[in-house]
Nanobody, 126 residues
Framework: QLQLVESGGGLVQPGGSLRLSCAAS????????IYWFRQAPGKEREGVSC????????SYADSVKGRFTISRDNAKTTVVLEMNSLKPEDTAVYYC???????????????????WGQGTQVTVSS
């Protein structure tokens, strides 16, 4: 089974940036749709972004559009979530997840995924 590992979380001041990575040991993520979700204390899990086949472009939640960018590295071994202009409301545990299908355009709402990472904490605070 695909095992995903997130890295790159931490503490950052408002307005700062972080770069999260999602990697799969022994697998290329090239044939998977990759999602980033987040969950803050007391809140429901929220889809943040996803990337699939590429020809339809990635998808973003309205709350992060224009600030976050998702991409695959050239070797297709990791998926990166660049987070800029971070706000305190971005504080959450961020999870990457994978679905073994590719789509022209991925959809965050109601996404059905098969594999999850363990999560990485992102804290935005002064």
């Amino acid at each position: 089974q695909l095992q995903l590992v997130e890295s790159g979380g931490g503490l950052v001041q408002p307005g700062g940036s972080l770069r999260l990575s999602c990697a799969a040991s022994g697998f290329s993520l090239n044939y998977y749709t990759i999602y980033w979700f987040r969950q803050a204390p007391g809140k429901e899990r929220e889809g943040v972004s996803c990337i699939s086949r590429g020809d339809g472009g990635p998808s973003y939640a309205d709350s992060v559009k224009g600030r976050f960018t998702i991409s695959r590295d050239n070797a297709k071994t990791t998926v990166v979530l660049e987070m800029n202009s971070l706000k305190p409301e971005d504080t959450a545990v961020y999870y990457c997840a994978a679905r073994g299908q590719l789509f022209k355009t991925c959809v965050l709402s109601g996404a059905s995924v098969g594999s999850w990472g363990q999560g990485t904490q992102v804290t935005v605070s002064s």
